[in-house]
């Protein structure tokens, strides 16, 4: 695809983005190994797209969102953000009691990144914070408050408002809901839906919890351990999941943590946990095919499969059929 029409279609094209940390092996030692945070991440957002990121805790998700607005620096691969403004991505943090600063009143938390960004003077920011407030459901009289002051969801709602004050295009929810109840999360769901099409706004949206991605994205990205394991649109996804970690992740099945110092050395990182793993998985690692219009796996196994039999449906099929075919 040549870079123009990515450039009219795509807001955020990452390629083969690595990010690994360096980890000792106990308090007191010498020797580290590498967390492999993120192992060849490739994939892209769609201008008023939101795209789901899912996987369980420590699998790299909110190192992607770094990576993204550019809080760290990539190893390798690339990230090209195609924006119309000169304004990079903002991040929604997951836990709204730590992202804001206690000693800054709502007034002082929204005034910074307006004055940076838009370039207005005083009296049109008071305005324009007025505004956001309004946006994001908060009255104006909390304006005078300092952090401690406000609930869950209302702290998460100025968290919101900062984002949006920036203008920019592409906003990364890191978990937005996960520290709150769940009748707020909805709420907060249902805003973050209604200010992305009321504003055509790019979004990714990160959780581990797949009925929450169900419910607010188009698209979905299955990670685990650095790498994203598939990848198409929720309706399919969702329906016929074809890895075998995201038919775990789906059934909600307790699994075994595992973590990436105890990852194979070689081959697929699944493959201590697969079910109808083969001979193949320990020695290569699986590449992210295309199997679908917009459908994308990375597991030896099911690619066969698929490439054999055809149809997305029978080869998930297949996959609900399978089990313990480990040879
Ligand atoms: N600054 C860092 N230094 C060392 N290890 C890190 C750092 N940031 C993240 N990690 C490690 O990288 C892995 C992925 O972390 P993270 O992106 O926070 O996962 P998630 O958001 O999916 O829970 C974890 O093993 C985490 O401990
Ligand atoms: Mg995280």
Not at 66 to 73: D, E, H, V
Not at 86 to 92: C, D, G, K, M, T
Not at 152 to 177: C, F, H, M, W, Y
């Amino acid at each position: 695809m040549s870079k123009e029409i990515k450039m009219k279609q795509d807001i955020l094209v990452i390629d083969n983005v690595e990010k690994h940390f360096s980890r000792k092996t106990s308090f007191w030692a010498r020797d580290s190994y590498a967390v492999k945070a993120v192992d060849g991440v490739s994939f892209r957002i769609g201008r008023g797209e939101i795209l789901g990121l899912v996987g369980e805790s420590g699998c790299g998700k909110s190192t992607v969102g770094k990576l993204i607005t550019g809080l760290i620096p990539p190893d390798k691969g690339t990230i090209d953000y195609f924006g119309d403004k000169s304004v990079n991505p903002q991040l929604i943090f997951q836990d709204p009691v730590n992202s804001l600063n206690p000693r800054m009143k709502v007034s002082q938390t929204l005034y910074e990144p307006l004055l940076i960004n838009r370039f207005l003077s005083k009296k049109n920011i008071l305005a324009e914070i007025k505004r956001l407030l309004k946006m994001v459901g908060l009255d104006e009289k909390i304006l005078n408050k300092y952090p401690h002051q406000l609930s869950g969801g209302q702290k998460q709602r100025v968290g919101i408002a900062r984002a949006l004050a920036a203008n920019s295009e592409l906003i990364i929810a890191d978990e937005p809901t996960s520290s709150l109840d769940v009748s707020i999360q909805a709420q907060i769901l249902n805003l973050l839906s209604k200010l992305q099409s009321d504003f055509n706004l790019s979004m990714l949206f990160i959780s581990h919890d797949l009925s929450l991605i169900k419910y607010i994205s188009r698209r979905v990205c299955v990670m685990y351990l650095g790498k994203i394991v598939e990848q198409g649109l929720c309706s399919e996804v969702f329906k016929t999941p074809l890895h075998p970690y995201t038919n775990i992740l789906l059934r909600a099945a307790p699994i075994s943590k595992i973590s990436s110092s105890s990852l194979p050395s070689s081959g697929c990182s699944f493959y201590p946990r697969c079910k109808i793993a083969k001979n193949k998985c320990q020695k290569q690692v699986p590449k992210l095919k295309q199997i679908g219009k917009e459908h994308y796996l990375a597991c030896h196994v099911m690619c066969e499969i698929f490439s054999s039999r055809g149809t997305a449906s029978r080869g998930a099929g297949y996959a609900g059929k399978i089990k313990n075919v480990r040879k």
